[in-house]
């Protein structure tokens, strides 16, 4: 996953923070120095608040949405290497930390700079950060005044770094390029609903009653002049639903897609395709979808932008000399300090160019 950006700045400084001590907390020297971007030394102080404000927001908004603990979900395996979510997400921050010093030393060459009024706001955020947080807090965190002020300059150079970093990308995309098809579709579970909603896997008995009675849907459906999806449905006590897609996309189903993608006519079925959890059933009702062909046009643009602006930094990292303390970004250490965010009850006035 990739770190928390735009805005989180504001985001995560909007608050009171939360710490819970899990097991003793490893200490941080602020001085000592966690990477070197060219000239331009990250201490651990800077690493160390910017790590936490990610952590922050991960803790605060994702952990119980994902039905887990913070100091849980940082042990979970993600990979096939056996690497721990904590794992996975540090080595990404500490890549994205090192880019906004690189933005920095490049902002000059898009004519992108700190404004005076910016610098006010980001000082005025700095000092409300530092009277709603305890000193406790702040030593955990890192959470001094330079360090913030430091945080919220670099992501407002960020930003106003990615409209420019992005233009000029070619915008002409043909409808051959971005072409949508759509289709309308019945999904027969393999599962049955009780009075009370509660869901029971069908036997699979029932299961080949299921499968007769769909590809006698089917037959009929393929065998009437209109092919009325829509009434065979209703008939049936079935729900119709329509999607959109392309060759390569995936949902609802990789079977059904491919099937309906094979189509040569408009209006024309699918035969019966099994997925693990059920049958499904389409017909295709358009080789071009307007509306989704237009917004398809869009995302292509919009990824040959972040193409480009990935492949800028990527040309800047490799022009550029790194070196990466290891022993000193290990201290910083998830696992073993919480971080969420309470709410302020008065909010930051929003930092220019970080919105």
């Known amino acids: 996953m990739k770190y928390m950006r735009k805005r989180a700045a504001v985001a995560g400084l909007a608050g009171v923070l939360v710490m819970s001590l899990l097991t003793g907390c490893g200490s941080v020297d602020n001085d000592d120095i966690v990477a070197k971007v060219g000239k331009d030394e990250i201490t651990a102080g800077m690493a160390n608040f910017y790590a936490r404000m990610q952590q922050a927001q991960y803790e ?13 979900m940082w042990k979970q395996q993600v990979d096939e290497k ?40 980001i000082q005025k955020a700095a000092v409300k ?46 409808d051959e390029e971005a072409a949508q098809k ?21 036997t699979d008995e029932d299961k080949a009653e299921l499968k007769k009675k769909v590809q006698e849907f089917t037959d009929n459906l393929k065998a009437s002049e209109a092919k009325d999806i829509d009434a065979a449905a209703v ?22 897609v491919k099937a309906a993608d094979e189509l040569t006519a408009e209006g024309e079925i699918t035969d019966v395709i099994e997925s693990d959890y059920g049958l499904y059933v389409g017909k295709l009702t358009s080789f071009l979808d307007r509306e989704a062909t237009d917004q398809e046009k869009l995302n292509i643009i919009e990824q040959r932008k972040q193409e480009q602006y990935d492949g800028l930094i990527e040309t800047w990292r490799k022009e550029k ?32 160019g970080v919105e």
């Open 60 to 72: 605060t908004y994702y952990a119980g949405a994902m039905g887990t603990t913070g100091e849980d």
């Open 82 to 121: 056996g690497r721990t979510y904590e794992e996975s997400v540090k080595e990404s921050l500490l890549t994205s930390l090192e880019n906004l010093y690189l933005l920095k030393q490049h902002a000059s060459e898009y004519e992108v700079v700190v404004t005076e009024e910016e610098q006010k706001e």
């Open 129 to 174: 950060f530092d009277e709603d947080n305890s000193l406790e807090s702040k030593e955990a965190v890192s959470g001094y005044k330079k360090y913030v002020e430091e945080f919220l300059r670099m992501e407002t150079i960020q930003q106003k770094m990615d409209a420019p970093m992005k233009a000029g990308v070619n915008q002409e995309v043909s």
């Open 182 to 202: 759509s289709m309308k579709y019945v999904y027969f579970p393999y599962s049955m609903t009780d009075a009370d909603g509660n869901k029971t896997d069908m």
């Open 235 to 256: 008939a049936g006590g079935y729900e119709v639903r329509s999607t959109t897609f392309a060759a390569e996309t995936v949902s609802p189903d990789v079977g059904l």
């Open 321 to 352: 000399e790194i070196e990466e303390y290891q022993k000193v970004w290990n201290k910083i250490d998830f696992k073993r300090l919480g971080v969420t965010i309470k709410e302020s009850e008065e909010q930051y006035d929003s930092v220019p």
